[in-house]
């Protein structure tokens, strides 16, 4: 195995195998992602790239073409995340939002989005996870969890559903901040703090992308994307955006252009990359739009949403 290897990180990898009697593949996955990051070009996604990735509906459209987007989310500790899940998805434009979650998170959700739908029907995507604690999780909730995953749909993985991302069937994007990738690395042998990912939350993501086999949106004031050999950088969001909230609004874009994008995906799985980029930068460009250089709420940045796509369009 060495052999493939240059020849410090030969030695370094060897006395490391012969301390543990073991070679552990991460190390491996992190040496090489050092040793390639020099050749790795990341892109910085603007505005006109963004226009590419919003569905605009035709005379023909009607509600189920427009795409459906089946949401999971919310508990008893965050019913809220409900709220701006949906709030967010709404605001993107899309057809129709299924909501699935507690009866409290059911009717808060009607209360601000009445024309969100809370029964079974078709989805087109799923986003899932966002306000729900994974060490409070119920067996009937994973169970549920687990049953969307299987069904092989496009999907967005959040907060609470990121340590089941090995049972998605589907192309899956994950949104953790760096905290949460650290939990979800360290759980599968990749010792790392989030101190070191926020030092570096390109290599970081990177090698999420390739140990866990989905593409990675690592949320901070200038997120990154990663996927299958497509490094993204986001520019960087107005620092008012860190509160509570916003990334359940930002999951909830996401998946909006997840559900109408579902069939270009089922063609090319990799655009899933740019679809996530292009809701970060919507996100973001809400935040700046609704801070106007002041503090904002969630709420506020999903208001915008609607004036940012049309000028972006």
Sequence with gaps: MCLLLPTLECVILTALALKKHL???NLLAIASYDRDMASQSWRTWSVRDCAKYIHVPSADDHKYSRGVLGIISG????PGASVLNCEGAMRTGIGMVRYFGPRFAQLLVLRQRPEVVIVEGRTNAWLIGSGIDSKKISWSRKREIIRALNEGKPTVLDAGALHLVQYSKGVTLITPHYAELA???????????STAIEGDPKKWASIASEELGVTVLLKGN???VASNGKQIQLPASPTWLATAGTGDVLAGIIGALLATHWREIDDNKDLIASIAATGAFIHSRAGEIASNGGPITALDIAREVPKVISKIL
């Design 23 to 25: 070679l552990p593949l």
């Design 75 to 78: 508990s008893k500790q965050y």
């Design 183 to 193: 939990t979800l690395l360290s759980a599968r042998n990749i010792k790392v703090t």
């Design 222 to 224: 200038v997120s990154v």
